[in-house]
């Protein structure tokens, strides 16, 4: 087990071993692959942006295609043969699973009645997640990221545009404590199946920055099992996009304070939704060639050159 986790008496549902993300030293060994099976979101946060689609930029939201379940199990078989070290199986988007649900359920049974062995995997907002909590068990999803950036909605009316639900979209201190109530709620009944539950918080200045210790012990009381807090990625266009990125020092002193409560993720790569291969490689031209193959049409081409940034814990000199 890995030393973040073993921080913390909380013990996990599951063996954390072959899952890079879960798992700080699971990462030099073990591969994953994200199928973009997901483009539609329910909810307008105030850092992302999912028209761009750069090839070098590591970010949430990003693909170069998205996939049917179908197109997504025959990607997955080339996969398996080229990366006898893949052991997890995740989808995170491009958009929120559970605002396309129907895909990504579908595409989880496949994956699971062809390749039991592999761990499931999936990231979401939470927002719609608490109507398939308990299909997510039976299928045998091991692992659900929420993504929580407020336990106040008081402070997530600020995080967030506007969300969609019932057929209508809300906004405002509605939509935040809505959105809130059922985080909370699916957690806890996904704590309480077994399921293993990673909480994403971005750690935005002047926003959600003196609320990160709240929203760790709201989610380890409601039986989640390790916080990933992210630095903000400033994307332009967005209502974020002029804040200024925390600093190493910044986010590591939330970490340590959040460790009170549950262990930290500190390897997080912000990873792409058709991220393939070890955590920090950069998608390479075979998996543009085989999402065109998968997708049966033309990839486009990205002239900017984004960086890759790692958000691991590194040396603080202030």
Known sequence: MSQSLSNNSKSPKIDFGAHPCFNEEARRSYARIHLPVAPKCNMQCNYCSRKFSCVNESRPGVTCAVLTPYQALEYLREYVKKLPNLSVVAIAGPGDPFANPEETLETLRLVKAEFPELLLCVATNGLNLLPYVGELSAIGVSHVTVTVNAADPEIGRNIYEWMHWDGSTHTALEAAAHLWKQQAESISRLSKLGVTVKINTIYIPGVNDQHIEEVAREVAALGADILNILPLYPV???????????????????????????????????????????????????????????????????????SLTSVSDGPCDE
Not at 240 to 261: D, M, T
Not at 271 to 282: H, I, P, S
């Open 236 to 306: 332009g266009e967005t209502a974020f996009g002029k804040i200024e990125e925390p600093s190493h020092c910044q986010v590591k002193a939330a970490r340590n304070v959040a460790l009170r409560y549950l262990p930290q993720m500190r390897h997080c790569q912000r990873c792409r939704a058709d991220a393939v291969g070890m955590l920090g490689e950069a998608q390479s031209q075979l998996q543009i060639d085989m999402l065109r193959t998968a997708t049966n049409s033309a990839a486009r081409k990205c002239t900017s050159r984004c």
